[in-house]
C-alpha cells in the first residue's frame, strides 16, 4: 500500500485495507492466545506443569500482548526443556539418541519412554508419556515456538508495537486516527510496510504453531477414548 493512499480521507477502499491489515494481526494472536492456553491446559493435566493461561488485554497495546505470549511460550519451552533435561541425565546416551531419531520404529520409542518418563514424571499415565514423547520429538518447541517468539518480538519492537488493541470498536474514522496517530507522519510507510510485512510471516507461523499444537491435544483425546 502505498503512503499516498492513506493520504486521502476520502479513498473509502484504502483506509478499509489498512483496517483489515490491522484487524488480521490481531486476529491472528488472538487464535494464538487460544492455541497457546490448549498447550499449557495439557502441560499441565498431564505433565504436572503450573503454566497460567494468558488472555488478550483490550487496554494494552500490540506489543504489550505481544510480551504475554512470548512469557508464557517461554515458559512451555523451559518445561519441556527440563523434562528433556531430566531424560538425558537418567538415560543411556543411545537410548537417548533413539528418542531424536526420525528413522527410530515409534513403537520402541514408546518402550523407551515407559521406561524412563515414570522416573522422570513419577506416577506417569501412558497419556503423559505419549505427550511428553511427542513434544520432544517434535519441532514444535525447538523450533516453531522459537520462530514464533521471534516474531512476535519484531513485532512488538516495530512501529506497530504501540498500537492499541481497543480500536476494534470503533468507527471507521476512529480507527484511522488511532493507527496513524501512533506513528510519526515520516513514518507512515514504514507502518504499512510493516503490516504486510510482519502479517504475512506472522500468519505463516502461527499456522504452523497452531496445527502441531492440535497434533498434540488430538493425541492426547486419543489416549483418552
Known sequence: MALSDLLYPDNPKRRQELIQLHQELL??????????????????????????HIHMRESSTVKENCDIIIQAMSEIQH????????????????LYQKLYDIKEPELEKIAIAHKIFSIVLGEATSTAEMVALKLLGSSLVTFT?????????????SVLGGISITILGLGIE?????ILGAVERNQLSTAVRSYEEHLAEFKAASEKYQRAIREVTSLVRQQVQ
Open 174 to 178: 476512529m480507527i484511522l486516527h488511532a
Open 79 to 94: 518445561q519441556v526443556q527440563k523434562i528433556d533435561s531430566d531424560m538425558k541425565e537418567k538415560l543411556e546416551p543411545v
Open 27 to 52: 486476529d491472528c494472536m488472538s487464535t494464538n492466545f487460544h492455541a497457546t492456553n490448549e498447550l499449557a491446559g495439557v502441560l499441565n493435566e498431564h505433565l504436572g506443569c503450573t503454566i497460567p
Open 145 to 157: 515456538v522459537s520462530k514464533l517468539i521471534s516474531l512476535l518480538a519484531q513485532i512488538g519492537a
